[in-house]
């Protein structure tokens, strides 16, 4: 079966002769597959996720996005960010539905199907735990009301990949680890291909099928770690030796990647 997304020997770094941010990347990731990217900061995790999305494109090397080459920015990926970025003189409404307005071929027909899109962005609303809530402004909304509501704005457009880099990192443990199980959730019920770069090993063994650790620049695979556990997985499971066991493992391969 080919691979949703492959990188054949990417290099990458920034500026026409500026020193190596990823080298010889070789990653393979099916779709439906929920997989996370962990190293140690520089490492090139961003990095990776620019180039996925054709955000950047490599020095050397080949990527692939649902049997297609990389060489403009992928529509179907959706994105979201430790910061949420929600414009605040939009209601969180109005934010959801930004995509649609600015991204073919749905701005061609958001006047025509406003209505049909508003009843699609009230049923992710409702999915995060947002219902009701499409009426009010970014500021009156908790930190981690504003993270569900940029999940929301984006999976407005169905992506078949939704790329999350460090979305959790701003909020407090608690919060986090609600918004863990949304993005579970989220993942079993759409199917849609995710990848995760992320600092926290407990969050990367929690959501993902596989985890990739990366080296201290130049970003290289050093690792490559299938999460067996049984799913759906509860928060419960974090406590137990198996998983502690695995997030060790990964530990070990961080502290070597920063040697």
């Not at 900061?41 to 297609?68: D, H, N, Y």
């Not at 430790?82 to 958001?110: C, D, G, K, S, Y």
């Not at 995060?128 to 509501?149: D, N, T």
């Amino acid at each position: 079966m080919q691979p949703f997304i492959e990188f054949d020997g990417v290099d990458h770094g920034y500026g026409a002769e500026g020193p190596l941010a990823v080298q010889d990347l070789h990653v393979s990731i099916g779709e439906g597959e929920f997989a996370a990217v962990v190293g140690p900061s520089g490492c090139g995790k961003s990095t990776f996720m620019k180039l996925t999305t054709g955000l950047q494109f490599p020095r050397a090397g080949t990527i692939t996005v649902a049997g297609e080459r990389v060489t403009k920015p992928v529509r179907m990926a959706g994105m979201a960010f430790q910061a949420p970025n929600l414009l605040p003189w939009r209601t969180t409404m109005e934010n959801i539905l930004l995509p649609l307005e600015i991204v073919p071929p749905h701005r061609q027909q958001f006047r025509a199907k406003k209505q049909e899109y508003r009843e699609r962005a009230e049923a992710l609303l409702a999915r995060v735990g947002l219902e009701g809530a499409g009426e009010k402004h970014p500021w009156e909304l908790s930190g981690g009301m504003q993270m569900r509501a940029a999940l929301c704005r984006a999976l407005i457009h169905q992506p078949k990949l939704l790329m999350l880099d460090e979305p959790f990192g701003a909020l407090d443990a608690f919060t986090r680890e609600e918004l863990w199980c949304v993005i579970r959730d989220l993942h079993a019920e759409t199917g849609v291909t995710v990848i995760l770069v992320t600092h926290d090993l407990r969050e990367a063994v929690f959501l993902a099928d596989r985890v990739f650790a990366m080296s201290a620049r130049p970003g290289r695979i050093l690792a490559e770690r299938r999460i067996e556990l049984e799913r759906p997985r509860d928060l419960e499971l974090t406590y137990t030796a198996e998983f502690q066991s695995l997030v060790h493992e990964l530990r070990e391969h961080i502290v070597t990647a920063r040697k």
